[in-house]
């Protein structure tokens, strides 16, 4: 199975763990660390990063050449938009409903998805491609699984913050496609002098780089 898979893997049986953090139960109907999102509602936004690629590959391979994983992100309208945009209204929506039915069912649900994805990955062809309705366009499946990846690292972290308890640490070649693409974004919206002062001159460094 290629690595990028593998990774995906790791980190959702990671974030699994995590909702299942007694933690996430007890704070359940708080406030988390992000506007407008209770802990609830992100533990669901968490659990969709598994249950969004089981809708992409239980859809037919879509006509089409797919575009380049920088493309999707220089395409997409989510980057950017304000708290009570649309689009980040229907994702706080979407992890609110899959939150229904409480943090056990989550558990359960996402346990089980990942189980799936876990032999359902191992048969898709390395070429493989999905498309993202919401784009609308296609992307190859190792790199959707990558912007996959890349969300559950970084809300595993807004939800280990959310409910006080230590953000998972994930192994290096799980953690690593998650800081590359995240560094080729922060170059993309900041430049190359930006990113490379913040990282090897602090007395010049800006004062940020976020790449989201």
Not at 77 to 98: C, K, M, P, T, Y
Not at 136 to 145: H, I, K, Q
Not at 167 to 180: R, W, Y
């Amino acid at each position: 199975m290629a690595a990028i898979r593998t990774a995906y893997l790791t980190a959702a049986r990671s974030a699994v763990r995590l909702l299942d953090d007694p933690a996430v139960a007890e704070r359940w109907e708080e406030p988390s660390a992000l506007a407008e999102f209770g802990v609830a509602g992100l533990a669901g936004h968490l659990a969709s990063q598994v249950f969004q690629v089981e809708t992409m590959l239980a859809e037919p391979v879509p006509p089409g050449d797919p575009i380049g994983l920088l493309d999707h992100y220089a395409r997409g309208s989510w980057l950017g938009a304000r708290v009570d945009d649309e689009v980040n209204v229907g994702i706080r929506r979407v992890g609110e409903s899959l939150a229904q039915q409480g943090p056990a069912a989550l558990v359960a649900r996402t346990a089980e998805a990942v189980d799936r994805l876990t032999a359902a990955l191992t048969g898709e062809p390395a070429e493989r491609v999905v498309h993202l309705a919401r784009g609308p366009w296609s992307l190859t499946l190792d790199d959707f699984l990558t912007t996959r990846l890349m969300e559950l690292a970084v809300h595993s972290d807004d939800l280990a913050v959310s409910v006080g308890v230590a953000t998972p640490e994930l192994p290096a070649d799980a953690i690593e496609p998650v800081l590359s693409l995240l560094a080729r974004l922060a170059v993309r919206r900041h430049g190359q002098p930006a990113v490379l002062r913040a990282l090897a001159r602090a007395e010049r460094a800006p004062d940020r780089i976020n790449a989201i």
